[in-house]
C-alpha cells in the first residue's frame, strides 16, 4: 500500500493526560493512531519518528501491519505485512476477532474520547457531559438502523461513571490549586 495514500489521525489512548496536548510532544505520548479502521499503539521512538503497532492482542504478538509516522506527521513506512483479517464467526471466540472498526464503531470511539477530554477540560459535571456529547452524536446519525448500532456500542453511563469523576475531579484540584495561588 502506498505510504502517500493512506490517512491517519491521532487519538486520545485511555492514557492521555492533559500536558500530553502540546508542540513537543513529539513521540505522541498519551495518544494512539487511527488509520484505515483499525488503531495502533506506539511500539518505538527514534530521533526522527514513532513506529506505531496493530492494538489487536494477536496482533501485537504476532506479526502485523506497522505504520511509521515521522516528526512532521507522514507516514514515512509500512510493513509489508497485512492485518490477519478474522471475521465474526461463533466458532471462533469474540476475542479473537480482527477486523477493520466500521464508521459507527469510529463515531463511537470518538464520542468516548471526547466525553473524557470534556470531563478533563470543563467545570460541567460527567452526566451532563455524557449527555450532551450523546445527544451531538445522535443528531449525525440519518437512519434508524445507525441510532440503533451506535446504541447498542455506547456503553452505560453508570459503567463510565467513576472514571469520569475521577478525571474531573482532578481537573477541578488543579483548578482550585492554581486560584489559591492568585
Known sequence: ????????????????????????????????????GFIYVKKKSNKDS???????????I????????????????????????????????EK???????????????FLKKVKERCSNEEM???KVFEDEQNKLFRTLLTSCDKDEVASLIPQFQSLKHGLQKRRNRTHEQYCRKCNLK
Open 125 to 127: 459535571g460527567p452526566a
Open 62 to 93: 504476532y506479526k502485523c501491519l506497522t505504520l511509521t509516522i515521522n516528526f512532521n506527521n507522514e507516514i514515512v513506512g509500512v510493513s509489508n505485512v497485512s492485518h490477519s483479517i478474522v471475521e465474526k464467526n461463533e466458532s471462533i471466540p
Open 1 to 36: 500500500m502506498a505510504t502517500s495514500m493512506l490517512k491517519f489521525e491521532y487519538i486520545q489512548s485511555n492514557h492521555f493526560k492533559q500536558e500530553d496536548e502540546c508542540e513537543e510532544n513529539k513521540q505522541k505520548k498519551g495518544f494512539e493512531v487511527l488509520s484505515d
Open 50 to 60: 514513532n513506529y506505531w503497532k496493530c492494538k489487536h492482542p494477536k496482533c501485537l
Open 96 to 110: 479473537d476477532w480482527h477486523f477493520p472498526l466500521n464508521e459507527n464503531q469510529i463515531k463511537t470511539l470518538r
